[in-house]
């Protein structure tokens, strides 16, 4: 269809191939590493994808991460992104990371329930300050988590900063994509579910970065989410939509000083 191509990461990365196995590896690395600090699989809900794994830190934790994986809605799971924790982990920050029902089995709508439920299962078994990430349609799942009707008051309110990562603010286009076959959206569905649709929340900071080697398209929807939010908004040199959430390995980079509030 006529935005196959605009929305077609892979076919546009060299050596895309490599990168899943890659991240499984490490992901399992950094969980082996991390021992009895690794809770894995924790269930927040009925199915058997609605868990999550939580990764500790030493001592008391400083507050937490949660990291919404993407995949379009129809690829992928908590397992392969372990080693993103490794930064916020580093800083004294507890990470959870939740996997969800994937398309076409349910539908997006329904996987942004899901994670409402995985934030509020996090929030009933720790304390304090809550930050959100999320990168491509993780990043448009945390930033509808402040849709006021998501999420209790309460648990809204201990969300202090969300960081979308590349994210897909605007599902309208798809409807012209042949993922669409699996993402079964509508018109209605695709306006309710895009994030650059909702009122900027007010309270928290929201930072949005994005490779500066992606696709257009992606460029475009992290500039626009940004405008019609307020949003501080990073454009990273030399990466691209693979690799641009590498930097949340490093405690030291932009990136994680950015998801926690660091100066």
């Known amino acids: ?42 269930s927040y809900g009925p199915t058997e994808r609605e868990a999550f794994d939580f990764f500790e830190p030493e001592g008391v934790s400083r507050g937490t991460v949660i990291f919404v994986h993407g995949g379009y809605w129809k690829a992928f799971d908590r397992s392969y992104w372990s080693h993103l924790a490794q930064g916020a982990v580093a800083r004294g920050w507890a990470v959870a990371m939740p996997s969800y029902d994937l398309c076409p089995d349910v539908r997006i709508a329904q996987i942004t329930g899901q994670i409402a439920r995985a934030v509020m299962e996090v929030a009933k ?6 930050v959100l990430a999320g990168h491509s349609a993780g990043g448009q799942l945390v930033s509808r988590m402040m849709d006021p009707v998501v999420l209790p008051g309460d648990i809204r309110d201990r969300i202090t900063r969300i960081l979308p990562i590349s994210p897909v603010a605007d599902l309208e286009p798809l409807l012209e994509t042949s993922m669409n076959e699996v993402l079964r959206l509508d018109m209605v569905e695709a306006r309710a579910e895009s994030p650059v649709n909702m009122p900027p929340p007010h309270g928290v900071h929201v930072s949005i970065w994005v490779g500066a080697e992606e696709r257009p398209v992606f460029l475009e929807q992290a500039e626009n989410f940004a405008q019609a939010w307020g949003a501080r908004h990073h454009v990273v040199e030399g990466r691209h939509h693979f690799d641009v959430i590498d930097a949340l390995t490093d405690p030291d980079s932009a990136m994680v000083r950015d998801l926690l509030g660091l100066k």
């Open 1 to 42: 269809m006529r935005l196959d191509d605009a929305y077609a990461n892979a076919a546009h990365i060299e050596g895309a191939e490599d990168y899943p196995p890659r991240w499984q590896q490490e992901a399992a690395t950094f969980r082996k590493k991390l021992g009895f600090r690794a809770q894995l699989g924790v």
């Open 125 to 130: 078994r720790t304390q304090g300050d809550i």
